[in-house]
């Protein structure tokens, strides 16, 4: 088992920057990939991104490329999703996810975090 704990959402202004946080934990995390997946209202949810805790290969969405970055902390057992250049249509509830493969499935899901973006 490995838990998932978001944390970092909250309102900010289209143009402005937030940072989420994944703190995972459990039986042996560090194998997992790790990625952040979004869902907008009355939208299915949709990856962000992903990696893979050894870091090296990255994925973005192409509607996030150059504006959000997956960093990794291992001593802090946590990943974040930095998100810089915020626009109204990123307004989703975020979920951090772990699995075996950055192609999924994704085993493990976080509560996930309201992120909302006023323009």
């Known amino acids: 088992q490995v838990q998932l704990v978001e944390s970092g959402g909250g309102l900010v202004q289209a143009g402005g920057s937030l940072r989420l946080s994944c703190a995972a934990s459990?039986?042996?995390?560090?194998?997992?990939?790790m990625g952040w997946f979004r869902q907008a209202p009355g939208k299915e949810r949709e990856f962000v991104a992903a990696t893979v805790w050894s870091g090296g290969r990255t994925a973005y969405a192409d509607s996030v490329k150059g504006r959000f970055t997956l960093l990794r902390d291992i001593g802090k057992n946590s990943v974040y999703l930095q998100m810089n250049t915020l626009k109204p249509e990123d307004t989703a509830v975020y979920y951090c996810?772990?699995?075996?493969?950055?192609?999924?499935?994704?085993?493990?899901w976080g509560q996930g975090t309201q992120v909302t973006v006023s323009s």
């Open positions: 459990g039986d042996a995390f560090s194998r997992y990939a």
């Open positions: 996810a772990a699995g075996r493969f950055m192609s999924g499935p994704w085993d493990y």
